[in-house]
């Protein structure tokens, strides 16, 4: 099969917000996080988890809305068992390290709340403008602090402690699946951020 796409003349999401021409102030990436969060929810809705979301697999088209990109891993849920294979006791997914969800390191199969992770960190990229765990060296010691130590990456200076987007990528990245929100409980709490920056709050 093949996917037709509208063409993205902006590139992913990263490229567009280092670009000194765009303005990049907080409620502008917010309302990307609300259209990840929208894809995502659509995804979810027709049973299909996207197995690889991270920010450089999501594009900006000419309205400067996110797209969702890079479906070449993603699968019907029915499918993600077929497509994973344990090796030592842990699945070999075909995910990317990074971005991948705790419990799958620990032999659990893909879920919608796997790619609720994941949108975690990708959110979170589009406030820190790079990619996630970039000083560990290997997959063992990521591992490690992901898993076991149950670390996460650090709140970007661009964001408050008290700031409610902030409070919803933590919910996103949570330990355990049962305790993330669905995409559509994501969607919804985004969705009041924006219409509040349309009010007039900056967040």
């Not at 450089?56 to 994973?84: K, P």
């Not at 765990?133 to 997959?139: A, G, K, L, V």
């Given at each position: 099969p093949i996917?037709v ?6 590139g992913n999401?990263?490229?567009y917000?280092r670009?000194?021409?765009?303005q990049t102030?907080?409620p502008?990436r917010?309302?990307l ?10 995804l979810h809705?027709?049973?299909i988890?996207?197995?690889?979301l991270?920010a450089v697999?999501?594009?900006?088209n000419s309205t400067?809305?996110?797209v969702l ?6 699968s019907?849920?029915q499918d ?7 090796i ?8 990317t ?6 419990e799958?390191?620990?032999g659990?199969?893909?879920t919608?709340k796997?790619?609720i992770?994941s949108?975690?960190l990708?959110i979170w ?10 000083s ?6 990521l591992?490690?602090?992901v ?6 990456p ?11 987007i902030?409070?919803?990528i933590?919910?996103c990245?949570d330990?355990?699946?049962a305790?993330?929100p669905?995409?559509?409980e994501?969607?919804?709490?985004i ?12 967040g």
């Amino acid at each position: 099969p093949i996917v037709v796409m509208e063409y993205c003349k902006y590139g992913n999401v990263i490229s567009y917000l280092r670009n000194p021409t765009i303005q990049t102030l907080n409620p502008n990436r917010i309302k990307l996080a609300h259209n990840i969060a929208c894809g995502i929810k659509y995804l979810h809705d027709q049973k299909i988890v996207h197995s690889d979301l991270k920010a450089v697999n999501i594009l900006v088209n000419s309205t400067r809305q996110a797209v969702l990109a890079d479906f070449g891993i993603s699968s019907l849920l029915q499918d993600i068992r077929t497509r994973s294979r344990t090796i030592g006791g842990r699945i070999k997914h075909v995910g990317t390290h990074y971005w991948t969800a705790p419990e799958i390191y620990d032999g659990k199969r893909m879920t919608e709340k796997s790619d609720i992770y994941s949108m975690g960190l990708t959110i979170w990229e589009l406030f820190s403008e790079e990619p996630p765990y970039q000083s560990f060296p290997d997959i063992d010691s990521l591992v490690n602090f992901v898993l076991v130590r149950k670390g996460r990456p650090e709140r970007p200076s661009n964001l408050e402690e008290e700031d409610e987007i902030w409070k919803i990528i933590q919910k996103c990245w949570d330990g355990s699946p049962a305790l993330r929100p669905s995409a559509k409980e994501v969607q919804a709490d985004i969705g009041c951020l924006c219409s509040d920056s349309i009010g007039g709050n900056s967040g």
